[in-house]
């Protein structure tokens, strides 16, 4: 599967959801079991909404990473995304 385009609007696959339970960390459920996120995989999961696409993502995270390599930060977006869409757990 090819990954998303800059102007993709990634999002949560149907059937997954985040989940948090008695203030345990917040987790994302999918169909055939969940994920614990943290760091920047979360951050880029987290802004997956629908209305943003991989390129605000990408400038979202170079804002709040200041110095970081715009290169760099797209191909690992793009990559990450990749492969949460061949887990099915995000569409674009």
């Given amino acids: 599967m090819p990954g998303p385009d800059e102007n993709s609007k990634p999002r949560l696959a149907p059937g997954c959801r985040w989940a948090e339970a008695n203030g345990a960390e917040r987790m994302l459920m999918f169909p055939e079991g969940a994920l614990r996120l943290q760091g920047t995989g979360r951050e880029i999961l987290e802004r997956c909404d629908g209305q943003r696409s991989v390129q605000?993502?990408?400038e979202e995270l170079?804002?709040?990473y200041k110095g970081g390599d715009r290169g760099?930060?797209?191909q690992e977006v793009s990559s990450f995304l990749?492969?949460?869409q061949q887990k099915r757990v995000v569409d674009y």
């Fill in 56 to 58: 605000q993502i990408v």
């Fill in 82 to 84: 990749q492969s949460l």
């Fill in 72 to 74: 760099r930060i797209q």
């Fill in 62 to 64: 170079l804002a709040r």
